[in-house]
């Protein structure tokens, strides 16, 4: 298709609808997403959602679109977790659940899904399996790409960001075309704080004790798919479809 999915189903919820209907199949994708930050898992949505013709479900895609729409365009739920982001608090559980239910035409979406933010928490993953058992709904699996600790200290604390136009560059994997300026505007390139080793480190600490129990759940149930996110965006591409070849047969 030349034109791309603006997903306002999810987006917006209610009864928007999405400008490009999803191609009905048999056995659509359904997907939950889990990486830590740096592994890449972005691209890897991209990657999947292009190629296997599934939609994106982004729960932070549906907090940062809600300061764009009107009253009239939010629902509760989204009420609810516009205040608590205007406040600076963390969204809570059971809002994030309502958001997710008021978007349940999504999960049934014919083309399938991939959701991405959600489940963050075990009590999360059991509304979510919930919903979906009340649904008629099967995941398909769940996707975690995982990378040594080491390696994700390297990407990350690689990155360099322009304070003017927020491009950002990498000193060895995408390095400007001169070393600490902006290609694009010209600034001065400058390390973030969250950037810097020891709080990447702090960071993942956070990630994985907060993450273990959702991906015990997960693999108890015998659904989840550990990738390695080592390598280029196609070898993991490619590592996935492999990954998920494999788990289908073994079912």
Same mark, same amino acid.
């Not at 972005?42 to 999947?48: H, I, N, R, S, V």
């Not at 490619?238 to 070849?245: D, F, G, K, Q, S």
């Given at each position: 298709m030349s034109e791309k999915n603006d997903r306002?189903?999810?987006?917006?919820?209610? +009864?928007?609808?999405?400008?490009?209907? $999803?191609?009905?199949?048999?056995? $659509?994708? &359904? !997907?939950?997403?889990?990486?830590? $930050?740096?592994?890449?898992k /972005?691209?890897?949505? @991209?990657?999947?959602c292009e190629r296997l013709g599934t939609c994106h479900l982004s729960t932070g895609d549906v907090f940062r679109a809600a300061r764009c729409l009107t009253p009239e365009e939010r629902s509760p739920a989204l009420d609810a977790a516009l205040d608590y982001m205007q406040r600076g608090d963390?969204?809570? %559980?059971?809002?994030? =659940?309502?958001?997710? *239910?008021?978007?349940?035409?999504?999960?049934?979406? /014919?083309?399938? !899904?991939?959701?991405d933010g959600f489940p963050r928490t075990v009590a999360q993953a059991e509304a979510l399996s919930n919903?979906? @058992?009340? @649904? +008629?709904?099967? =995941?398909?699996?769940? =996707? #975690?790409? %995982?990378?040594? =600790?080491?390696?994700?200290?390297? *990407?990350l604390s690689g990155r360099r960001t322009c304070p003017g136009c927020k491009a950002v560059f990498h000193v060895t994997a995408r390095p400007p075309k001169v070393a600490g300026v902006c290609?694009?505007?010209?600034?001065?390139?400058? +390390? &973030?704080? %969250?950037?810097?080793?020891?709080?990447i480190r702090n960071r993942m600490e956070v990630y994985q004790k907060?993450?273990?129990?959702?991906?015990? !759940?997960?693999?108890q149930r015998g659904v989840l798919v550990t990738i390695e996110a080592e390598g280029t965006p196609e @070898?993991?591409?490619? *590592?996935?479809?492999?990954?998920? #070849?494999?788990?289908?047969?073994?079912?």
């Open positions: 306002a189903t999810w987006i917006k919820g209610g +009864q928007a609808q999405c400008n490009v209907p $999803p191609v009905p199949r048999d056995k $659509p994708p &359904r !997907f939950v997403l889990l990486g830590a $930050p740096g592994v890449g /972005g691209t890897q949505a @991209e990657l999947l963390l969204v809570p %559980d059971t809002t994030v =659940l309502d958001l997710v *239910r008021e978007r349940t035409r999504c999960l049934r979406c /014919g083309g399938g !899904f991939l959701l919903l979906l @058992e009340r @649904e +008629q709904i099967k =995941l398909t699996a769940v =996707l #975690n790409y %995982d990378l040594a =600790l080491d390696k994700v200290v390297a *990407r290609d694009h505007c010209g600034g001065s390139l400058y +390390q &973030r704080e %969250d950037d810097r080793p020891e709080a907060s993450t273990k129990p959702l991906i015990d !759940f997960y693999q @070898e993991i591409y490619e *590592r996935t479809l492999v990954a998920l #070849n494999g788990n289908a047969t073994s079912k």
